[in-house]
């Protein structure tokens, strides 16, 4: 069926069928509130897949896999409950993911407590619902895409969480607790 585009004069006998509300519907929810930029402890409340995403990246070129997209809400302290999504590739069937994209999978699913071995990209047994609930540190950062600024994850911003990391917004204690810095991928 061809998409149409009807003008608003003309929805008088739109149908809304029952408009039964999805379980976890909130007649007062609003939008998306994001944390400022520095570290938080998130937790991972929610996903998309996108398929055929197309990644490029100076290292490979072109990558075509899919998408996951984390919903990951500041699990407490003073910006609890503001939310950012992220943008990362997952492993995709017939596909090898070139070595930076790999690596990121990797740092994300390890921050979230699953440790892939080292001949696989996933753990043996894994799959993608076991993220929701998981809880991992990450780095919010300030950008500028098509020249609008913004603020998102770090590339390669995720890291477990320590049993002794405070609340909120948090600082690394060493440089390696920052991650890989590879920003200019």
Request: glycine share 10%.
């Amino acid at each position: 069926m061809p998409d149409q585009t009807v003008k608003s004069g003309e929805m008088e006998d739109y149908s809304f069928g029952d408009a039964a509300p999805p379980t976890g519907y909130d007649a007062d929810s609003g939008g998306y509130e994001n944390p400022p930029p520095g570290w938080h402890i998130f937790e991972l409340t929610e996903f998309e897949i996108k398929e055929h995403n197309l990644w490029k990246g100076k290292d490979f070129g072109e990558w075509t896999g899919n998408q996951i997209r984390p919903h990951l809400t500041v699990a407490d302290g003073p910006h609890k409950s503001k939310t950012i999504m992220d943008f990362l590739p997952i492993p995709t069937q017939g596909r090898d993911m070139p070595k930076s994209l790999a690596n990121r999978w990797a740092n994300f699913i390890r921050a979230c407590g699953f440790q892939a071995p080292a001949d696989r990209l996933v753990p043996i047994g894994f799959k993608l619902h076991q993220l929701i609930g998981a809880k991992c540190r990450a780095e919010i950062v300030k950008d500028t895409y098509e020249d609008k600024d913004r603020i998102k994850v770090k590339f390669f911003g995720y890291n477990p969480i320590k049993d002794d990391a405070p609340s909120g917004v948090v600082k690394p204690e060493k440089p390696e607790d920052v991650g890989l810095n590879l920003d200019e991928l």
